[in-house]
């Protein structure tokens, strides 16, 4: 799906991170290694303020598993985020990454979750226009 005024960055060619409005959409299309979350993290910092973004989406559905790692990069990138002026909604978790963090003792303190993509979305202000066929603000 094309959007207009949508702009895209790659980190390392694997996280592409898509401005729509005021809002970064990306997804974690597999699992990171502790590289990729401090890159993450970096480059959504950095775009959270060039791009004066006021939301950030962030999809884990295609997340299988999850470590310790991953977990606390997830919480301190919405520390940061928060810090910057955005709010970090992380959506998608799958029920085998929830029951690993619960059984890993880790909480993911201050990190909004949504159970899909468009109720995220719908959480940072967006709404599914009237045709049903996309979001508007």
């Known amino acids: 799906m094309t959007v207009p005024g949508a702009t895209q960055t ?13 809002t970064l959409v990306t997804g ?34 295609r997340l ?4 310790s790692f991953v977990a ?23 029920p085998p990454v929830a029951i690993t963090l619960v059984e890993l003792g880790i909480e993911l303190t201050g990190v909004e979750t949504a159970l899909n993509a468009e109720e995220g979305m719908a959480a940072l202000g967006w709404h599914r226009s009237r045709d049903g066929r996309g979001f508007g603000e």
């Open 10 to 22: 790659n980190l390392e060619a694997t996280v592409p991170i898509l401005r729509l409005g005021d």
């Open 28 to 61: 974690l299309l597999s699992e990171l290694d502790d590289k990729q979350a401090t890159a993450l993290a970096e480059e959504l910092t950095t775009r959270i303020a060039e791009d004066r973004a006021r939301g950030v989406l962030l999809d884990i559905s």
């Open 64 to 67: 299988e598993i999850i470590d």
């Open 72 to 94: 606390r990069a997830l919480m301190e990138l919405s520390t940061m985020a928060q810090l910057l002026g955005a709010r970090v909604i992380v959506a998608g978790m799958r």
